[in-house]
């Protein structure tokens, strides 16, 4: 049963910092595309980036240069670094996974699999 555990929201002051990790169950050779996705209270759920097999990431406009995705294999752990957060970066943040070496939707309905979440929240 795969599993996706998000962790390391939390509230941060407007230019501060956090980095989230989501710790996810694939082994071995199993490729797939892991994204980061977010959604604010009233709102859609928002794509914000994705890394692939080959390590290759996306980012959205709203947040290129500022966030950055990694991956770490021995540790089955994706991190978001999240720099200079905005008051308009508060939400909460799902990791979530597609079986497939490359990442080709930013759609959230595409992604079969799905963490429970964290918040982060931004403060001005």
């Known amino acids: 049963q795969v599993q996706l555990v998000e962790s390391g929201g939390g509230s941060v002051e407007a230019g501060g910092s956090l980095r989230l990790s989501c710790v996810h169950s694939?082994?071995?050779?199993?490729?797939?595309?892991m994204a980061w996705f977010r959604q604010a209270p009233g709102q859609e759920r928002e794509w914000v980036a994705d890394?692939?097999?080959?390590?290759?990431?996306g980012y959205s406009e709203s947040v290129k240069g500022r966030f950055a995705v990694t991956g770490d294999n021995a540790k089955n752990t994706v991190y978001l670094q999240m720099n200079s957060l905005k008051p308009e970066d508060t939400a909460m943040y799902f990791c979530?996974?597609?079986?497939?070496?490359?990442?080709?939707?930013?759609?959230?309905?595409?992604?079969?699999?799905w963490g429970q979440g964290t918040q982060v929240i931004v403060s001005s």
């Open positions: 979530a996974a597609e079986p497939g070496a490359g990442c080709y939707s930013r759609n959230a309905g595409d992604y079969r699999y």
């Open positions: 890394i692939n097999s080959y390590g290759t990431t």
């Open positions: 694939f082994y071995g050779s199993n490729r797939h595309c």
